[in-house]
């Protein structure tokens, strides 16, 4: 009969006090701050490295398209304002020149927005790199072309000369 | 008061329960942990960091198309140089039609220059 209120205190025991819930309370309050202060500090480095990362990353994607189209690259030159044709050479007997017409492989480069698109004569057209802010072709020799990336306040400039092979 | 506190010295009394001291000690560990994750991200900040200097010490790329018929057309990339060339650009392709080069089969990596091509050569001179 005298066993129902001794297991009440029992369970009483086990739980926290008051006392040791407040002082829980100020610790976790006082973690928090500190959290929130370091928080304070550690994300801008955050932000910044996410949109150097985003910036290097379509810099390369931009760098190893251009790489690809340029290799068998007989001719070159502006189209419109912010756009690049090139001329590959094709065929089963390549003339070396460009002819800018078949067999001959024409691949254009245009800023659409803030994406760099590639299209060829195939109709096949995919985006080589996002965050472009300016894409530009110099005209004269040698060819000259200057892309611009921006995410948020991360901004590259990179300048890709079409030369000739150093001896 | 005196009988809070005898309550506390029972040893009973913490039997079942969290001590203070444990709690402490827990929420201890729980900052170091949060501090030792984002000191991680601060390292990886700094990788990057240093990863973006070394790799893109310079912004200006000189690309040098493939001289070579062959590197031509296997499609081979260009080179991206960062020295600049000997003079303005011309093609050095020949033109000269010694053979008909049909590509059977060609597999390269996207991020590697080496590529294995598998090539029919037919001797038009003849």
């Known amino acids: 009969m005298n066993k129902t209120p001794l297991t009440l205190r ?158 | 008061m005196k009988r809070l506190w005898s309550k506390y010295r029972d040893r009973r009394f913490f039997a079942g329960a969290f001590s203070f001291v444990e709690l402490q000690i827990a929420l201890v560990i729980l900052a170091m942990g949060l501090l030792s994750f984002a000191g991680l991200f601060r390292i990886y900040s700094l990788q990057t960091r240093y990863i973006e200097q070394s790799s893109l010490p310079v912004s200006t790329y000189y690309i040098v198309s493939q001289s070579n018929r062959w590197m031509q057309q296997l499609g081979v990339p260009a080179d991206m140089e960062q020295t600049a060339g000997q003079s303005a650009w011309t093609p050095p392709v020949s033109g000269d039609k010694a053979y008909r080069i049909r590509l059977n089969r060609l597999s390269k990596d996207f991020d590697n220059s080496l590529a294995d091509a598998n090539v029919t050569l037919e001797d038009v001179n003849e």
């Open chain 1, 10 to 167: 029992r369970r009483f025991r086990t739980g926290f006090t008051i006392f040791e819930l407040l002082v829980v309370s100020i610790l976790m309050v006082i973690v928090m701050l500190i959290t929130s202060q370091f928080w304070k500090w550690f994300s801008p480095s955050v932000t910044e490295m996410i949109a150097r990362e985003h910036i290097l990353c379509e810099a390369r994607m931009a760098a190893q398209n251009l790489a690809a189209d340029f290799g068998s690259a007989v001719g070159a030159a502006p189209f419109g304002s912010d756009g690049l044709v090139l001329c590959k050479d094709g065929g089963d007997f390549p003339s070396g020149d460009a002819n800018w017409a078949p067999p001959d492989v024409l691949v254009y480069y245009s800023l659409v927005g803030n994406t760099l698109q590639r299209s060829d004569l195939t109709g096949a057209e995919f985006t080589v790199a996002d965050s472009v802010s300016n894409f530009t072709v110099g005209e004269g020799s040698p060819l000259r072309i200057t892309l611009e990336l921006q995410c948020r306040d991360v901004a590259r400039q990179m300048v890709f000369i079409w030369s000739a092979p150093t001896p």
